[in-house]
C-alpha cells in the first residue's frame, strides 16, 4: 500500500525554471524525506523534514511540510537537464522502526 | 566507500523456477530492507531486518518469497516457483543504526519472468 500520492504524476519545464512537485500523505508522520531516482538507478536520498520543522533547504532544494493538512512539497529552482528524473516522497507513517513508505512519484523532465 | 550492491543486475528465468537475489549492504549498517518497484510505480515494502532478525516482513506478497541474512551482513531474496507477476525490479537498502534515516538503496536487480 502507498501511504503519499505525488502530484503532478509527470511535469515537463524548460531548462532554469522552478519544478514543483507535491506530496499528500494519509497518516501522521514522525518524518518525511523525498528521493530521486534516475532512469534504471536506485533511489538518492534528497532531504528529511521533521514533523516539527516547516521548512527545509538544501542548495537548489526547498522543501515544505504542513502536517495539518498532511501534505508536502518538493522545489527544485533553476532546473538543469541532470535534474530529470523521478522523486519520491516517503514517509514512516509514525512508526518507531526504520520502514517507511514511498508514493508513486513524479516523473520530471527538462526540457533543453 | 561502497554502496549496496545488488546483484545479478538483471535476471532472467521461466515461469516456474526458483531465483535469488544478492544484496550487499554498507558495511556497519544494521538495517536491511527489500522493495519491489513496478514499472512506473513507486518502491513497495517486501521486508526489513535488522541485523539478523526479520523484524517485519508483511509485504512479502505470498509464501513463495523468502528473504534471509544469516550472518547479519549480506542478504538474499529468493523467489519459489516464479510467475510473470513476479516481474519488477527488486531494490535493496540500508541504513546506519546512528542515523536510522536516510536509507542507501543499491540500482536493483531487474527480472524478467518469461
Known amino acids: 500500500s502507498q501511504q503519499g500520492e505525488e502530484d503532478p504524476q509527470a511535469l515537463s519545464i524548460q531548462e532554469g525554471e522552478n519544478a514543483t512537485m507535491n506530496c499528500s500523505y494519509k497518516?501522521?508522520?514522525?518524518?518525511l524525506q523525498w528521493y530521486r531516482q534516475n532512469s534504471g538507478r536506485g533511489l538518492v536520498h534528497l532531504i528529511l523534514?521533521?514533523?516539527?520543522?516547516r521548512e527545509k533547504h538544501s542548495g537548489r532544494l526547498r522543501v515544505t511540510l504542513d502536517t495539518s493538512k498532511k501534505s508536502s512539497s518538493l522545489l527544485i529552482t533553476a532546473s538543469r537537464a541532470a535534474d530529470t528524473a523521478s522523486y519520491f516522497c516517503a514517509t514512516d507513517a509514525g512508526n518507531r522502526d526504520d520502514k517507511i513508505i514511498f508514493g508513486k512519484g513524479t516523473r520530471l523532465h527538462i526540457l533543453p | 566507500g561502497a554502496g549496496v550492491s545488488q546483484s545479478p543486475r538483471y535476471k532472467v528465468a521461466k515461469r516456474g523456477q526458483d531465483v535469488a537475489l544478492r544484496c550487499d549492504p554498507i558495511?556497519?549498517?544494521?538495517?536491511l530492507f527489500w522493495y519491489q518497484q513496478a514499472l512506473g510505480q513507486g518502491p513497495e515494502f517486501l521486508t526489513y531486518?535488522?541485523?539478523?532478525?526479520?523484524?517485519?516482513k508483511s509485504g512479502l506478497p505470498s509464501d513463495r518469497f523468502f528473504a534471509e541474512r544469516p550472518e547479519g551482513s549480506v542478504s538474499t531474496l529468493k523467489i519459489q516457483r516464479t510467475q510473470q507477476e513476479d516481474s519488477a525490479v527488486y531494490l535493496c537498502a540500508s541504513s546506519s543504526p546512528s542515523t536510522r534515516q536516510p536509507q542507501h538503496f543499491g540500482d536493483g536487480t531487474r527480472l524478467s519472468i518469461l
Open positions: 531486518f535488522q541485523n539478523e532478525a526479520q523484524l517485519d
Open positions: 497518516t501522521s508522520i514522525n518524518n
Open positions: 558495511s556497519g549498517h544494521v538495517s
Open positions: 523534514i521533521r514533523s516539527n520543522e
